[in-house]
């Protein structure tokens, strides 16, 4: 299995251990993650506030970019994965938007087609790569522990691609594989708060807060995330919420770092340290 | 506190607000609202906003062009997309309040005491000269520009994001910024042949 990798700014910053972890899981299951040539960024929920065709094109240069191999793309941040998807919906609904955007990219010497495909990484574990063969990789099962498995906004909504838009459950089922217990966990989609935890604190916060509280109440000793944004959020402003709202100390971990520990992966490779808030309580006896 | 004209006339409507936002993309079902609600309800910032979202599709298609202009509301919105997966007119609220956050940065007409639009205006000219965002740089960047005192608080979570490695202070950049530019630069001198009809 070979796949063409959009990593996103996150990916390379702040959200090291979520590629980390990411290579690491999938080069161990045998996939092939080649990264898109000079990619470049998608636009984030910012640049459409500001330009609408050119953050088409900014999307669109990247995905004429993948075009010219015959491969699907994985993209692993939440809000690379919808801009992407959405420029490749955008561009099909509105010929008039289409024909603007293609011609800006012609005149960089790129042609695009709208012809390549999407991926989520969760997408591509349970749909490519199969349950069956996970649980077989699993060599140190996550017995005992209790997750709170939260998908945020972007990987299923408004696109319902892979998963159930009001309740998804393919990260359950993949936590379930490593031999960990999943809560109920009725926020799993609800906003973190987005970039408003920094342009907007006070409101930003809150949101923030309310996601990693539920988790505690429930009972779950670790948020388990698909999106750098969110685990940003959750797990770089726990100090800032606790001076506001009380203290969680709720480790936010990627899915592809729990997975990683269930297949016996050494957590140097899974960017475990790079956490904010311990993960020693799901480490214990590792 | 000073009176204000609280109710409209029908002349002081503008309706070609609303006849423009059904005119771009996404905005196209604006007037099939039928103000169930829905949108404000699963809004998790609704309870931050000035008008909520149902509020402000209203005014919106009935012409209240400054008052949603000039909304928290449309700055309140994370993209979170929850009320057009719930919508059952199918409006595309996300959408309509990107098209409207756009037309409040080219008419200047955003709260003043919000970074957001001066967040995304840098995002966009950090993407213009390197091709890539280092979050370190725009958050920077963002609290110079809006307020430095605020970016004392950040110290702490500096110092986190240091100690595991996760800060970067160089821009991360693409290889073919020429290529990248020429691109946004045909679709700049589009904008401006449209602004001058």
Redesign the interface.
């Known amino acids: 299995m070979k796949y063409l990798y959009f990593p996103g700014?996150?990916l390379?910053?702040?959200?090291?251990?979520y590629e980390e972890s990411l290579l690491a899981v999938f080069n161990a299951l045998g996939i092939e993650l080649r990264e898109i040539e000079?990619?470049?960024?998608c636009?984030?929920?910012?640049?459409?506030?500001?330009?609408?065709?050119?953050s088409y094109?900014?999307a669109g240069?990247n995905l004429a970019i993948a075009e010219r191999e015959d491969l699907q793309i994985v993209a692993p941040c939440s809000a690379c994965y919808l801009v992407l998807n959405k420029t490749q919906q955008?561009l099909k609904d509105?010929p008039e938007?289409r024909a603007?955007?293609v011609?800006?990219?012609k005149?960089?010497?790129?042609d695009y087609k709208g012809t390549v495909q999407v991926r989520h990484p969760l997408d591509v574990l349970i749909n490519d790569v199969g349950l069956d063969k996970i649980a077989a990789r699993i060599k140190q099962p996550l017995t005992g522990h209790k997750f709170a498995p939260y998908y945020g906004?972007?990987i299923v909504?408004?696109y319902a691609t892979f998963d159930d838009?009001y309740n998804p459950v393919t990260m359950n089922k993949l936590l379930a594989a490593c031999g960990a217990q999943c809560v109920e966990y009725p926020l799993k989609?609800?906003?973190c708060?987005?970039?408003?935890t920094?342009?907007?604190p006070e409101?930003g916060l809150r949101?923030s807060y309310i996601i990693l509280n539920e988790a505690k109440k429930r009972g779950a000793e670790a948020v388990v995330t698909v999106c750098p944004l969110c685990q940003f959020n959750l797990d770089?402003?726990q100090?800032?919420m606790a001076s506001q709202y009380g203290r969680v100390d709720m480790p936010v971990l990627y899915f592809t770092q729990i997975l990683g520990l269930a297949m016996g992966l050494p957590a140097s490779e899974l960017g475990i340290?790079?956490?904010?808030v311990s993960a020693q309580a799901v480490m214990a006896g590792r | 506190m000073p009176l204000e004209q609280k109710i409209k006339y029908e002349s002081e409507r503008d309706q070609d607000f609303a006849r423009w936002i059904t005119s771009q993309t996404g905005g196209e079902n604006l007037r099939h609202c039928i103000q169930c609600g829905v949108c404000s309800a699963t809004c998790p910032l609704s309870l931050y906003m000035d008008y909520t979202p149902r509020r402000l599709i209203n005014l919106a298609r009935e012409g209240f062009k400054k008052e949603v202009l000039s909304s928290f509301t449309i700055w309140l919105c994370a993209s979170c997309y929850a009320c057009r997966v719930e919508c059952p007119k199918k409006i595309q609220v996300t959408d309509i309040m990107y098209l409207l956050k756009r037309r409040a940065i080219e008419e200047g007409v955003y709260p003043r005491r919000f970074p957001i639009p001066i967040l995304a205006k840098e995002f966009g000219r950090m993407i213009f000269t390197w091709g890539r965002v280092n979050e370190t740089l725009l958050v920077i960047d963002l609290f110079l520009r809006t307020n430095w005192f605020k970016f004392l608080s950040m110290t702490g979570l500096g110092i986190n994001l240091l100690r595991t490695g996760r800060m970067s202070f160089l821009p991360d950049t693409i290889h073919r910024r020429t290529e990248l530019r020429k691109i946004l630069q045909a679709l700049e001198t589009e904008n401006q042949k449209e602004v001058a009809k």
Request: hydrophobic fraction near 30%; glycine fraction near 18%.
């Open positions: 700014c996150s390379k910053g702040t959200g090291k251990a000079d990619w470049n960024c636009g984030a929920t910012a640049y459409m506030s500001v330009d609408e065709a050119k094109a900014l240069r955008g509105h938007l603007k955007v011609k800006a990219l005149a960089g010497g790129l906004c972007q909504r408004p838009q989609t609800r906003c708060g987005g970039s408003l920094g342009t907007l409101v949101l770089g402003y100090d800032k340290k790079r956490g904010i």
